[in-house]
C-alpha cells in the first residue's frame, strides 16, 4: 500500500524534475540490451557530441562533477603547499577538490546581487593579498602558491570572464571554470566552460541535462586532457601491446548506461534551457513588485539551471513550511563553504553567509506550466506579505 506521506510527495510540485522520456528510454535500453555497460562506445560518442556542441578539442567524461573538478586540478598540476582561489558561496565539493590535492582554498565572498566572485574583490585580493617571489604568486598570508582561480558559475550565472581571464593573465594563473549549473550557458568569450584553461560541468539529475550522475571535463589543452584521461582510469596508459599504470589514477569513468541517457538528454538541451528561461521570466514578472525578495541577476546567455531568490529578512524555515504546506516543495539555495564545520577555520564571508541563510530554490523544471507558477507565486507573496 502507498502510504499517505507518499502520496503527499507525488501530488507536490516538486523543486526540481529530470525531463525523461520515451527518447531517453530508448536510448539506455539500447545499451542495456547491448550488454556493454561500462565505459564503452556511448561515452565516446557522448564525450564527441559534447565536443562539438561546445567547440572544444577535448571532452572527457567521468563519473560526478566533482570528479571532473578533482581531475581538472591534477591536470593542472594543483598539489601540495598550494592554493586556489574558489568563492565562498558554492556547493563545497568546489572547495573540497582542492583539498583532495593536499592543497588549501582561499575563499573569497561573493556578490551580493549575482552570487557570482565579484572581479573587482577578486583584483583586489591579488593587488593587496598575494605577492609575486621568484616568478610565482604566493599568498602573502600562508605563503602558498596561488596556483588558479576556480570560476563557479552558479545556478547558470556566467560570471564575468573576459576579466577575469586579463586577471589571470596578469598574474599568471591557470582558471579552472565549474561550470556544474551552467552547461549550456554563454557570456562573452564563449560558452561557460569553455575560456578558461579547463571546464567542468556536472550531469547530476538537478542539473539542466542529466545522465544519472555524471560530470565532464572540457579542455583545448592536449596536456590537462591527457592527464585527466589518464587518471580516471586508474592511471593507465596503454599501446598497443602494452598495459602500464603510470600514476595512481582513480576510477572515475562514467558507464554506458548513463552516458546514453546523456546523448538523448543533449537532443534536447535548447529545448531544455528554453523552457527553463521562459519560466523564470513568469517568476521575474510576477515577483518583480515583493521587496522582501531579491530576484536572480538577469543576464544574457545566461541559463536557469535553479531559480534562486533571496529573502530579504524573512525567515527562510518558516518560508519553507508554508509552501510546504501549500504542497510546493523549495530548498536552500548552496553553502557558504566558510560556514561549514569542515572549513571552520577560514575568515567568514558575510554575503555567502546571507545567501547560505536566505536563499531559497523555487520549482524549476519542464513539466511546470504558468498555471502553478501563478500559484506558487501568490502563494510566496502571501507568505512574504507579512
Ligand atoms: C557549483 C557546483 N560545483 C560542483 C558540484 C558537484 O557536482 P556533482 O554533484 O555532479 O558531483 C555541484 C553540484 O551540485 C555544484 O552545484
Known amino acids: 500500500m502507498v502510504s499517505k506521506a507518499h502520496t503527499k510527495r507525488i501530488k507536490a510540485v516538486s523543486v526540481s524534475r529530470p525531463d525523461i522520456g520515451p527518447a531517453d528510454e530508448a536510448q539506455v535500453l539500447e545499451v542495456l540490451r547491448s ?5 564503452g562506445p556511448k561515452v565516446a560518442e557522448f564525450e ?6 561546445l567547440d572544444i578539442k577535448y571532452a572527457i567524461a567521468v563519473n560526478s562533477g566533482t570528479s571532473a573538478l578533482h581531475l581538472a586540478l591534477c591536470g593542472l598540476g594543483v598539489g601540495p603547499d598550494d592554493a586556489v582561489i574558489v568563492p565562498d558561496f558554492t556547493f563545497p565539493a568546489s572547495a573540497n577538490v582542492v583539498r583532495h590535492c593536499g592543497a588549501e582554498p582561499i575563499l573569497l565572498d561573493v556578490d551580493p546581487n549575482t552570487l557570482n566572485l565579484n572581479v573587482d574583490d ?9 605577492r609575486f617571489e621568484s616568478g610565482e604568486l604566493r599568498d602573502t598570508k600562508t605563503g602558498r602558491r596561488i596556483k588558479g582561480i576556480m570560476a563557479v558559475h552558479l545556478f547558470g550565472l556566467p560570471m564575468a570572464m573576459e576579466r577575469t581571464l586579463e586577471l589571470a593573465q596578469t598574474y599568471r594563473l591557470a582558471i579552472v571554470e565549474d561550470a556544474a549549473c551552467a552547461f549550456g550557458a554563454r557570456d562573452t568569450a564563449g560558452f561557460c566552460g569553455t575560456g578558461g584553461d579547463v571546464g567542468c560541468f556536472s550531469f547530476h539529475p538537478r542539473k539542466i541535462i542529466t545522465t544519472g550522475e555524471g560530470g565532464m571535463v572540457v579542455t583545448n589543452r592536449a596536456d590537462v586532457a591527457e592527464t585527466v584521461t589518464t587518471l580516471r582510469n586508474h592511471g593507465i596508459t596503454r599501446t598497443e601491446s602494452t598495459l602500464a599504470f603510470v600514476s595512481e589514477g582513480f576510477n572515475f569513468r562514467m558507464s554506458d548506461i548513463n552516458a546514453a541517457l546523456g546523448i538523448a538528454q ?12 521562459e519560466i523564470a521570466s513568469w517568476y521575474d514578472e510576477a515577483l518583480a513588485d515583493v521587496e522582501a525578495l531579491r530576484l536572480p541577476a538577469k543576464l544574457d546567455g545566461r ?10 529578512r524573512h525567515d ?27 572549513y571552520k577555520d ?15 530554490a523555487l520549482p524549476l523544471h519542464t ?4 498555471p502553478i507558477i501563478e500559484r506558487i507565486c501568490k502563494t510566496l507573496r502571501a507568505i512574504v506579505a507579512n
Not at 564527441?48 to 556542441?53: G, L
Not at 577578486?122 to 598575494?130: A, D
Not at 541559463?303 to 530579504?312: G, N, S
Request: aromatic content about 6%; charged content about 20%; proline content about 2%.
Open 35 to 39: 550488454r556493454w555497460v561500462g565505459q
Open 48 to 53: 564527441r557530441q559534447v565536443a562539438t556542441v
Open 122 to 130: 577578486l583584483e583586489k585580493f591579488l593587488k593587496t593579498g598575494s
Open 266 to 277: 543533449l537532443h534536447k538541451l535548447q529545448a531544455i534551457i528554453e523552457r527553463h528561461t
Open 303 to 312: 541559463i536557469y539551471q535553479a531559480y534562486v531568490v533571496l529573502l530579504e
Open 316 to 342: 527562510r524555515k518558516h518560508v519553507l513550511d508554508c509552501l510546504r504546506e501549500a504542497d510546493i516543495e523549495s530548498v536552500a539555495g548552496t553553502y557558504s563553504v566558510s560556514a561549514q564545520p569542515a
Open 346 to 360: 577560514m575568515a567568514s564571508c558575510p554575503n555567502s553567509q546571507f545567501a547560505q541563510r536566505q536563499s531559497l
Open 367 to 370: 513539466a511546470l506550466d504558468k
